[in-house]
């Protein structure tokens, strides 16, 4: 009897305490002594948790570097592969925006039929500015063929091969070309120079040329097509002991960025020749 | 005591006529592609002279002239220049180079140099005269200016990559004998 009582008051006494330590720690009143208790377990854990992580590391580790040297690799060669994916798709876009603009410019002037052809080599000897194209007599080019781009005159052809053909620029030195000014309708004579430059020559006097003017094919001497775009006059020079004004033309063709152009395959030079007198004819 | 040479399909002489072809090719290749869009003012490297030049001017070379005549003719079709031009003027740079060999054998570099000099001269001075008969205008100190000068100062400037090249080729061509 007296033992089960005993036993009775330990277990009411304990379940006080607990209740006891219960409300003690709901009310915050033990956290001094659990920090006490708990800081050096959570050290002592922390410690061989490190210790053991080292030691894993120490052993998986051979793997690891291989694998990730293997993946390194691959994500390089991924890396090279996607650069030249981007160099070819801007290369392409490049040429996509340069071929619309072609298209543009070939819808804008219908009567006219095109061959378009791309700029291949340049000429050798730096005295002759002449490019060559990857379009020749199998395409149906021939010699005279006025060259385009979307900005305007390039030149005409001087020489077919099968597969290319060699286009004399309007900045060679031996180039002339007719041309109309606008607006003063004025007719003037476009030559090429050593120094890529070009001028005009033969304006009368009595234009009205001003800077900004626009120089267009005029069609005359047969070589050209009317109303091409050349450039703009850049600067007049007119002097009254001279007989013509002359002028420099700022191209809207930038000669040394070609990479596409158009040839005009339906106009056909016309040769005057036989029309021009010669000293000693009747 | 003999003498060790390497066996070989073609003699030597036939075989660097040529091999001519696919060296000079495509330096003409290289110069009408890409030398030619890096103008220095107006003014560019005339690769197959420099080669040209170079390999006149190895000590075993016999087929200068052949060089001459294959570089020449391979200008003339990529350039709107007449034919004649390039041929005469390499012609007169093969000469020229012949002589700078023997006279200055010991230096073949300062004969290189003096070459390329020259030979920029003489092949700007070709290409002028003919224009000039063909009735282009060109005024002779801008072309001096801007053409000449600066493709002299390039050729210089490639003179000696492009020797080297060429002789690293004549020796494979026409090695040293070698005594045992």
Redesign the interface.
């Given at each position: 009897m007296n033992s089960s009582v005993t036993r009775s008051l330990q277990t009411i006494v304990l379940i006080l305490i607990a209740l006891g330590l219960i409300a003690l720690a709901l009310g915050g009143f033990l956290t001094p002594i659990s920090r006490i208790i708990l800081t050096p377990i959570i050290s002592t854990q922390t410690w061989i948790a490190s210790r053991y992580q080292a030691v894993q590391s120490y052993l998986s580790a051979p793997q690891d570097i291989a694998n990730l040297r293997q993946e390194n690799t691959q994500l390089r060669a991924e890396n090279s592969s996607l650069q030249t994916q981007i160099i070819e798709l801007q290369q392409q876009l490049a040429e996509t925006s340069i071929l619309s603009a072609l298209v543009d410019f070939a819808r804008a002037n219908p009567e006219n039929r095109y061959q378009a052809a791309a700029v291949?080599?340049?000429?050798?000897?730096?005295?002759?500015q002449?490019v060559?194209i990857n379009r020749g007599s199998d395409d149906g080019l021939r010699r005279g063929m006025p060259v385009v781009t979307q900005q305007g005159l390039v030149s005409r052809i001087?020489?077919v091969t099968a597969g290319a053909a060699?286009v004399?620029l309007i900045t060679d030195?031996?180039s002339t070309v007719n041309v109309r000014l606008e607006p003063s309708q004025a007719a003037a004579v476009l030559?090429g120079?050593?120094?890529?430059d070009l001028s005009l020559d033969m304006i009368p006097q009595g234009a009205n040329v001003e800077s900004g003017n626009l120089a267009l094919t005029s069609g005359l001497g047969g070589n050209f097509p009317p109303n091409i775009l050349i450039g703009q006059v850049a600067g007049v020079r007119s002097r009254d002991q001279d007989l013509f004004q002359r002028a420099a033309i700022q191209p809207v063709v930038d000669f040394?960025q070609i990479e596409i152009v158009l040839v005009i395959t339906n106009f056909r030079p016309v040769d005057i020749s036989p029309l021009i007198p010669t000293p000693g004819a009747p | 005591m003999s003498t060790t040479t390497t066996t070989r399909l073609f003699p030597a002489s036939t075989l660097a006529t040529l091999i001519a072809i696919p060296v000079l090719g495509g330096l003409m290749i290289l110069q009408t592609s890409l030398v030619s869009r890096f103008p220095l003012l107006r003014g560019t490297t005339d690769l197959v002279m420099l080669a040209l030049i170079a390999w006149t001017l190895q000590k075993k070379v016999t087929t200068a002239w052949q060089w001459c005549l294959i570089g020449g003719f391979m200008f003339g079709i990529a350039s709107a220049l007449p034919v004649a031009a390039p041929l005469v003027s390499y012609a007169l740079i093969t000469w020229l180079a012949l002589v700078f060999r023997r006279r200055v054998w010991q230096v073949p570099l300062l004969a290189m140099f003096a070459t390329t000099f020259l030979g920029t001269f003489i092949s700007h001075a070709v290409s002028y005269v003919t224009l000039a008969l063909f009735g282009v205008p060109l005024p002779l100190v801008e072309a001096f200016n801007l053409i000449t000068l600066p493709s002299m100062l390039l050729n210089l400037l490639m003179a000696v990559p492009i020797y080297a090249l060429i002789s690293d080729l004549a020796k494979w061509l026409h090695p040293e004998e070698l005594e045992v």
């Open positions: 291949i080599n340049r000429d050798p000897s730096p005295f002759m002449y060559i001087t020489a060699h004399q030195p031996a030559t120079s050593i120094s890529g040394s | -």
